[in-house]
């Protein structure tokens, strides 16, 4: 966990999403934000860049605009949001948290690799700020309704208070998925295992070319214990994710190995 803050001040938030500023569910991560105490600094991108990942703009510059009171706008990846939001825009207030999301819809399973949502909170947690990132699952052609984000807020809300009474480990982020509607319970999870293997579409464009889609579907793999089994029980789901992701069983059996030398 940082340092507390003096009691002088709020704790500080920083917002910020994958599905661009103006997504609902950054609206509500701001409300939850604000009813569990903290004070929001929202830099989020000037539009969606869901499945981004970890993407960091190194060959162009980037563009800030000031959207409000303490809100920014970036013409970039969410990773680049939370980089120039720490290293830069908040440098004289730095944040105590960083919140990512509410996705609209889930990181589940392998989704946390492609995911722009999860990367916000691996590039706080790189940048030593602790970071929770929030996702909702819903199809994407049955959004929620309104009072579905009044139950997943309440969920967050108590959330980001678990975390902030609890120590918070180095190096380790949160990936919480919330299911659609009032949750049943709450879940500490392991990943489970998500493939979009099947999904590419190849059709012809209207000048005769072919032209392919990654779409949505995937195969899933839920398993005992996993985030994917969690939500589909209708329970809040939390993940704890570490940025080192060595296999240490294979780097073990890698440095025991006999037989011609590798190098
Ligand atoms: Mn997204």
């Given at each position: ?6 009691s002088a ?6 917002i910020s ?13 701001e ?8 004070e ?5 991108p000037?539009?969606e ?7 960091l ?14 809100r920014?706008v970036v013409?970039?990846?969410?990773t680049?949001c ?16 960083v919140?990512?999301?509410i996705?609209l ?6 989704d ?9 909170a ?6 030593g700020?602790p970071s ?14 309104e009072?579905?984000w ?22 380790t ?6 299911p ?26 209207p000048r ?26 209708g ?28 190098l």
């Open positions: 966990m940082s340092a507390p803050p003096d001040r709020p704790r500080r938030a920083l999403n994958d599905d661009g500023i103006h997504s609902p569910g950054l609206a509500a991560l409300r939850a934000a604000v009813a569990a105490g903290f929001t600094y929202v830099v989020a000037d539009r860049q869901s499945a981004s990942s970890h993407a703009t190194m060959h162009r510059p980037l563009r800030v605009a000031k959207a409000g009171e303490r920014w013409d970039g990846t969410p680049d939370v980089n120039l939001a720490l290293c830069s825009i908040l440098k004289e207030t730095p944040p105590d948290m919140f990512s999301g996705n819809g889930p990181n589940l399973g392998d946390v690799t492609y995911s722009g949502t999860v990367a916000c691996f590039e706080g947690t790189l940048l700020v929770i990132a929030f996702s909702l699952d819903f199809r994407r052609d049955d959004p929620p309704a009072e579905a009044a139950e997943t807020e309440a969920a967050v809300v108590k959330v980001i208070l678990f975390a902030t009474a609890n120590p918070f480990p180095r190096e982020l949160w990936n919480v998925n919330f659609s509607g009032q949750p049943v319970g709450v879940r500490a999870t392991r990943m489970g295992r998500r493939r979009y293997g099947e999904s590419v579409v190849e059709k012809i464009d005769g070319r072919p032209y392919f889609w990654i779409g949505g579907a995937h195969i899933d793999t839920a398993g005992d214990g996993t985030d994917l089994s969690a939500v589909a029980d329970y809040v789901s939390i993940t704890p994710l570490h940025l080192d992701m060595t296999d240490y069983r294979a780097l073990a059996e890698l440095t025991g190995r006999k037989g011609p030398d590798l």
